[in-house]
C-alpha cells in the first residue's frame, strides 16, 4: 500500500519548482451542488491551481475522459446520474494511472472499505476544512495516500480489528437484512445458492455473530448497513 501521510504540510516550505508544479496541475471536481464546486474552484485558484475544471454531473466527466487529460479527479461518491463508485471505475478504464480524491459526506465503514478497495488516492469529509484539499493534492502529487482527519479517526478504530466484509458480502448481507431467502439473494445477484450460504458463513465469522439478529445488530453498529435496508423486497 502507499505510504499514508497523516502530518500537516507547509506549502510555504514549497521551492519554486514545486510551486510552478503545482501551477501546471490539471484538476476536475465533480459534485452536483454548485457551493461545493465554487468553493473548490475559488481556493485552488488562490493556492496558484489555475487549471480547474468543475462538472455537475458524472456524465459530463465521462464525456471529456477520450478528449482530455487530468491530473488529478476530484470525486463526489453520491452524484445523481451515476453511481460514484461506477465513476472510479470508468475514469480508471480511460486513465489507469488517475490520481482520484474522494469528497463526500458518506462515513460508513463500509462504503470507507470500498473506496479503499477501489484503491482511491485519498479520502476528504465534507465536514472537513477546505485546507484539506492542498495537504491531500500534495500528498497524492508524491505518490503517497491522504485521509482527512475524520476517516483516519474511523480507520483507526476499526482498521487493525475487523475483518471486514467484502464488497459482495456487504451485498449478501444487505438483502439478509431486508429478510431475503438463501434463494431470493441468489436469484438477485445471479450467483447460486451455495456461493450464498458461503458468503453468510464468512459474514458470521467476520462480525461474531451468534444468529442473524446479532448479526445485523453489529452490522449496523460498524457502519457496514442502516436502518434504510430494512424496507425493501427482492423485486426492489
Same mark, same amino acid.
Given at each position: ?8 504540510? %507547509? ?5 519554486d ?6 501551477? =501546471?496541475?490539471r484538476?476536475?471536481?465533480?459534485? =452536483? ?11 485552488? *485558484?488562490?493556492?496558484?491551481i ?18 482530455? =487529460? ?8 453520491g452524484?445523481?446520474d /451515476? ?9 480508471? *478504464?480511460?486513465?489507469?494511472?488517475a490520481? /482520484? ?21 485519498? /479520502?476528504?469529509?465534507?465536514?472537513? =476544512? ?11 502529487? %508524491? ?12 480507520? %483507526? ?24 431467502t438463501?434463494? *431470493? ?12 450460504e ?32 430494512f424496507?425493501?423486497n427482492?423485486?426492489?
Open positions: 500500500m502507499s505510504e499514508i501521510i497523516h502530518a500537516p504540510l %507547509n506549502f510555504a516550505c514549497m521551492n519548482i514545486y510551486k510552478y508544479l503545482l501551477e =501546471d496541475l484538476i476536475a471536481i465533480t459534485d =452536483d451542488h454548485d457551493l461545493v464546486l465554487e468553493g473548490f474552484k475559488r481556493f485552488l *485558484e488562490k493556492k496558484n489555475r487549471h480547474v475544471e468543475t462538472f455537475t454531473t458524472a456524465q459530463q466527466l465521462i464525456n471529456t475522459l477520450t478528449s482530455r =487529460d487530468f491530473d488529478i479527479y476530484i470525486i463526489d461518491i452524484m445523481p /451515476i453511481d460514484g463508485f461506477t465513476l472510479i471505475d470508468i475514469v480508471r *478504464e480511460h486513465k489507469p494511472d490520481k /482520484i480524491i474522494v469528497n463526500t459526506i458518506h462515513q460508513e465503514v463500509w462504503i470507507i472499505r470500498r473506496m479503499l478497495d477501489k484503491k482511491v488516492n485519498a /479520502i476528504l469529509s465534507k465536514s472537513t =476544512d477546505f485546507s484539506k484539499i492542498t495537504e491531500a493534492i500534495e500528498a497524492v502529487i %508524491n505518490g503517497k495516500q491522504y485521509f482527512c482527519p475524520e476517516v483516519r479517526k474511523k480507520l %483507526n478504530r476499526h482498521r487493525l480489528t475487523l475483518d471486514h466484509p467484502s464488497e459482495r458480502e456487504i451485498e449478501v448481507l444487505r438483502a439478509m437484512a431486508r429478510g431475503w438463501s434463494k *431470493e439473494i441468489a436469484a438477485h445477484l445471479f450467483i447460486s445458492e451455495n456461493t450464498v458461503t458468503h453468510r458463513k464468512k459474514l458470521f465469522l467476520k462480525l461474531n455473530a451468534r444468529n442473524i439478529a446479532d448479526l445485523i445488530v453489529k452490522a449496523i453498529a460498524r457502519g457496514y448497513i442502516n436502518a434504510s435496508e424496507d425493501k427482492p423485486e426492489a
